[in-house]
Structure formats: C-alpha cells, structure tokens
C-alpha cells in the first residue's frame, strides 16, 4: 500500500485508478456513471483531472479539464487529498471535519462515498 506521507498526489491518484480499476464490486457501482474528477489542492500549484468512462477510471492527468457537465470537483490541502486517495482518512469525515470541499450533485458525492468504502473497507 502506498503511504501518503512520502507519496506524491499524482502517485497516490494513480495508485488509486489501479485499486479503482482492479475492483469488480466498483464497476457494478459505476455502471453507466460517467464523469470528470477535478481533483484540486489548495496549497499546491498542480490540479489533476480523473476521467471515468466505460466502467474504468481511464486516466489521471495533470491539469483542469474544464467544466463539463456532471464534473465532480474536489478541493483540500495536498495532504488531505493524498490520506484520501490512499484511503487513511475517510472521504465522508473530511466533509464533516471542514477539510475538504465537493462541488457535484448529491447523487454523485454518494457514488464516490461508496466507491471509497468498497475499495478501502471504511
């Protein structure tokens, strides 16, 4: 398991697109949920977009992809990303502690609750 403390962002998100990838109960979950993930840290100068399409999460890119409809958007400090993404800090905590913002619809921030606990058993 990759440790979020020597980690870098873009190796923790792309740790997490194998775990996501690998997961056969996570594509029963995404079944026809195709989006862009805007993954943004706060005190950090790079920004990295996810992209789910066709029951994969097909790449992590550095860089915004702008804007399209149904992007989900995540912003907090590096540090709380990388806990995050390498599943040592739960996602729904985050939210509920101040230390992460989600802009998407409702429905969107419970699909990515429930792929968190099935990859990380939280």
Same mark, same amino acid.
């Given at each position: 398991m990759i440790e979020a403390a020597t980690a870098t962002l873009e190796e923790c998100l792309t740790d997490f697109r194998d775990r996501f990838n690998d997961n056969a109960r996570v594509k029963k979950l995404i079944v026809g949920w195709n989006r862009d993930i805007l993954v943004e840290p706060l005190d950090a100068p *790079?920004?990295? *977009?996810?992209?789910?399409?066709?029951l994969e999460l097909t790449s992590v890119a550095a860089g915004i992809d702008g804007g399209h409809d149904g992007q989900v958007h995540m912003q907090a400090d590096e540090e709380i990303?990388?806990?995050?993404? *390498?599943?040592?800090y739960n996602p729904a905590e985050a939210l509920i502690d101040g230390n992460m913002a989600v802009f998407s619809e409702e429905r969107d921030k419970v699909k990515l609750e429930a792929i968190a606990m099935v990859i990380w058993g939280l």
């Amino acid at each position: 398991m990759i440790e979020a403390a020597t980690a870098t962002l873009e190796e923790c998100l792309t740790d997490f697109r194998d775990r996501f990838n690998d997961n056969a109960r996570v594509k029963k979950l995404i079944v026809g949920w195709n989006r862009d993930i805007l993954v943004e840290p706060l005190d950090a100068p *790079t920004a990295y *977009t996810m992209v789910i399409a066709d029951l994969e999460l097909t790449s992590v890119a550095a860089g915004i992809d702008g804007g399209h409809d149904g992007q989900v958007h995540m912003q907090a400090d590096e540090e709380i990303l990388k806990r995050i993404f *390498t599943g040592e800090y739960n996602p729904a905590e985050a939210l509920i502690d101040g230390n992460m913002a989600v802009f998407s619809e409702e429905r969107d921030k419970v699909k990515l609750e429930a792929i968190a606990m099935v990859i990380w058993g939280l």
